[in-house]
């Protein structure tokens, strides 16, 4: 739940400092890309309620086939940790301005939480006590939400 806090405020705030589409090379970052082909897929059994039929799906020979055509990019094993101090390094810059700006505004809160998280995904323990004792002291609910 916390993985995706902090990927949902990344992603709310990446456009704040998003590059330029002129900075991307789509094609180089195709080419450089290290591709490794996946060797076996595991298959996960639920139960569900409420089956509905359709035609057209097949089984396990389908699967079989595409495993030979599935690869997968190295760099998708997650957020490494440079973006991860990237991200915290233009966030604590954010709330430093909107600190500067306006002590009460309405998003110090929800980035002093990001900012905590941040810092605990980096292993910075210490850091992210004290961005969570801010927090209780700015936003009390926010806190008893997240942090039980």
């Avoid at 589409?21 to 595991?42: F, Q």
């Avoid at 097949?58 to 940790?81: N, P, Q, V």
């Avoid at 990237?86 to 700006?101: E, I």
Wanted: hydrophobic residues 40%.
């Amino acid at each position: 739940m916390k993985n995706i806090l902090i990927i949902l405020g990344i992603c709310a705030f990446g456009p704040l400092w998003a590059q330029d589409d002129d900075d991307l090379d789509m094609d180089a970052m195709w080419e450089s890309t290290i591709w490794e082909e996946i060797e076996e897929v595991t298959t996960e059994e639920y139960e569900v309620e409420k089956v509905t039929a359709v035609a057209g799906v097949r089984g396990a020979e389908a699967e079989d086939e595409a495993l030979h055509h599935l690869y997968y990019r190295k760099s998708m094993k997650g957020i490494d940790e440079g973006a991860l101090k990237n991200a915290l390094g233009k966030m604590l810059n954010t709330l430093s301005v909107l600190k500067d700006k306006n002590p009460e505004h309405d998003k110090i809160p929800q980035l002093t939480h990001l900012v905590c998280q941040l810092y605990t995904k980096l292993g910075d323990e210490n850091k992210a006590k004290l961005f969570e004792n801010e927090l209780l002291t700015i936003a009390p609910e926010m806190h008893a939400k997240y942090y039980k």
